[in-house]
Nanobody, 124 residues
Framework: QVQLVESGGGLVQAGGSLRLSCAAS????????LGWFRQAPGQDRKFVSA????????EYADSVKGRFTISRDDRQSTVYLQMNSLKPEDTAVYFC?????????????????WGQGTQVTVSS
């Protein structure tokens, strides 16, 4: 059973950058597809990005393409989300998720393990 802990959230001005980290423990990290989702108040949890085992395949929501980059370091059991050119509409709680599968899922139901979330607030 993998446990996930996110960090790196905070308050940033529009146009700024943040890097989120998600540290995993309790399982073989390299076996998992990893994803980032976000949830704004009153909204459903939405897909942001995902990365395959080995990191060879990445997926992004259209709203973040060209601004966000997902990466993983299997030696450190950590997945990252580099967020550049942040916009006020990126404000949300960001969740890390893991799925013991080969499919790079883009929906919350495809992920069985979740972190507690980290708040990202982008001011205009």
């Amino acid at each position: 059973q993998v446990q996930l802990v996110e960090s790196g959230g905070g308050l940033v001005q529009a146009g700024g950058s943040l890097r989120l980290s998600c540290a995993a423990s309790g399982a073989t990290f390299s076996w998992y597809v990893l994803g980032w989702f976000r949830q704004a108040p009153g909204q459903d949890r939405k897909f942001v990005s995902a990365i395959s085992r080995g990191g060879g395949t990445t997926e992004y929501a259209d709203s973040v393409k060209g601004r966000f980059t997902i990466s993983r370091d299997d030696r450190q059991s950590t997945v990252y989300l580099q967020m550049n050119s942040l916009k006020p509409e990126d404000t949300a709680v960001y969740f890390c998720a893991a799925n013991h599968d080969i499919v790079v899922g883009t929906t919350p139901s495809e992920y069985g393990h979740w972190g507690q979330g980290t708040q990202v607030t982008v001011s205009s």
